[in-house]
Nanobody, 125 residues
């Protein structure tokens, strides 16, 4: 059973940076399609970045150029470097994973992913 545990959230001022990490157990991150989602209060959960087994990366327009998704093989984790954070980035951030060579489109329903973490809060003010 794959388990995902996010960390690294917190409060930061506008323009600041945070780095989120998603620790993977029960599988190897390198062999999973993995993604970051976020959900702001009163809004639906949205996919913001994904990386396939073949290291093909996609970003939502809202974060392109500011956020960087990567895998850390040594830690068996998925990371999200977030720079130039804005108040609109305030949300609960979730890590998700599924098997297979390809990742669903970022706009795909949540049930396209098999495994989810519990989330980590990011607040930008």
């Amino acid at each position: 059973q794959v388990q995902l545990v996010e960390s690294g959230g917190g409060s930061v001022q506008t323009g600041g940076s945070l780095r989120l990490s998603c620790a993977v157990s029960g599988s190897t991150a390198r062999y999973l399609c993995m993604a970051w989602f976020r959900q702001a209060p009163g809004k639906k959960r949205e996919g913001i970045a994904a990386i396939t087994r073949g290291d093909t990366i996609s970003y939502a327009d809202a974060v392109k150029g500011r956020f960087t998704i990567s895998r850390d093989s040594a830690k068996n984790s998925l990371d999200l470097q977030m720079d130039n954070l804005q108040p609109d980035d305030t949300a609960m951030y979730y890590c998700a994973a599924k098997g297979g060579m390809k990742c669903p489109a970022l706009e795909a329903p949540q049930n396209a992913y098999s495994y989810w973490g519990q989330g980590t809060q990011v607040t930008v003010s």
